[in-house]
């Protein structure tokens, strides 16, 4: 029987410690409600690790580091289709990436993904005793010790990280040139897009990166005295939607999801959940959702309510045209759609519509959840900005 437990009773730290020592094999799954990782342990040692969330599929993390573009992605996942092969190995034999750079961001991404754990107050976890996926990867052997120092003294680095940079609706505004000559791939891309207009999440987006990843990067230029933080487009945290909801839509500013689901049920939230989505508000329906889950992580009613909560807004959304093999094509001028109120999301998704990828082309190569993915491309066509068209049959 594996050990069970959750991270307000037992530290990070704590257990990774107790498995090294413990000489322990097997997987240690962490579930925090939105994102499940796995970490898997050969002897007491890590043998690699795997993430729900987007940015930290092997993919994203290589075109956010700058090591691949985002048309060489779009390009192996076509080829991973058609052959069933490891991504890396695609990129490797296509020559987009070399080999020993494969390897070593293998590693980095695994260490990545365990550092940003650590950042979590609370996640269910559970260990499976000698269980390993039996998919093929590429083992490698991470200190424990080594990966604990590093974990805490990341957390740390976000503490004061958030101090100057609170919220990813925040914006970095140019003071002096900066040095792009000596930046890293993956750093200069960031930097690159600062334009005194684009949010920490546009930028996030539009490099595939991480929100630390993003915002380490702005911390430094900010120490260096090349950029300034200005707040928000947003003044002041917008009106509730009342009790018992989450107000401002999906991800809305000043809010945050975690502290009012605390103050609410589960109950409740699924009730709102239900409203929303009878409404076709499907962003703020999936949020209370989410938030319910997050709320109550084992309650079985909750999961069930999520999955079929997901499985409506597909089908609703299907009904309504946007199918993962519809070609979007753009209907609004540039000049109406740079005057339109566009999301960071719908920014992204905008500028990946060339009239020919189908959406779930663009959906492969967009660092974020396929239904999030979806419900931005049913908006775009809701407001007038994309049509849809039917892929010709071949």
């Not at 590693?107 to 269910?124: G, N, P, Q, V």
């Not at 999961?303 to 094509?329: M, N």
């Not at 540039?334 to 905008?350: D, N, R, S, V, Y």
Request: charged share 25%; with cysteine.
């Amino acid at each position: 029987m594996g050990i069970v437990g959750n991270l307000r009773t037992m530290q990070l730290e704590e257990l990774l410690q107790w498995l090294s020592q413990s000489k322990k094999s097997g997987t240690l799954e962490i579930n925090s409600g939105k994102v499940e990782k796995r970490i898997y342990f050969k002897d007491g040692r890590i043998l690699s690790s795997s993430s729900s969330k987007p940015e930290e599929y092997l993919g994203h993390f290589l075109v956010s580091h700058g090591l691949i573009s985002e048309m060489e992605l779009g390009k192996a996942i076509e080829l991973q289709e058609k052959t069933r092969t490891l991504l890396g190995k695609i990129l490797v034999t296509t020559g987009a990436l070399r080999e020993n750079d494969l390897h070593r961001m293998l590693r980095f991404k695994a260490e990545e993904s365990i550092y940003d754990i650590f950042a979590w107050t609370e996640a269910d976890f559970r260990f499976l005793d000698d269980v390993l996926p039996e998919s093929a990867m590429v083992p490698m052997s991470l200190d424990v010790t080594a990966i604990v120092m590093e974990g805490v003294q990341r957390v740390d680095e976000w503490r004061r990280i958030r101090q100057l940079i609170p919220t990813q609706e925040a914006i970095p505004v140019l003071v002096r040139e900066i040095d792009l000559d000596n930046a890293r791939p993956g750093e200069r891309r960031i930097l690159e897009l600062i334009d005194d207009d684009l949010t920490v999440e546009e930028i996030r987006l539009q490099t595939h990166s991480s929100e630390f990843h993003v915002c380490r990067v702005l911390f430094e230029q900010h120490r260096l005295g090349t950029i300034k933080i200005i707040k928000p487009r947003w003044s002041q945290a917008p009106p509730g939607d009342g009790a018992g909801t989450l107000g401002g839509g999906a991800g809305g500013p000043g809010t945050t999801t975690g502290a009012i689901a605390a103050a609410l049920s589960a109950a409740s939230l699924l009730d709102a959940a239900r409203f929303y989505l009878d409404q076709k508000s499907y962003e703020l329906g999936l949020r209370h959702l989410r938030a319910a889950r997050s709320l109550e992580p084992d309650n079985r009613e909750v999961q069930d309510a999520l999955t079929l909560g997901e499985k409506q807004i597909r089908e609703d959304i299907e009904r309504d045209g946007v199918k993962l093999t519809s070609i979007p094509q753009l209907a609004a001028s540039m000049e109406q759609l740079t005057t339109a109120k566009i999301t960071p999301h719908e920014g992204f998704m905008l500028t990946r519509i060339n009239g020919t990828y189908d959406i779930q082309s663009i959906v492969k190569i967009t660092p974020m959840p396929q239904i999030d993915a979806l419900m931005v491309f049913w908006k775009l066509a809701k407001a007038g900005h994309i049509r849809l068209t039917a892929k010709p049959v071949r």
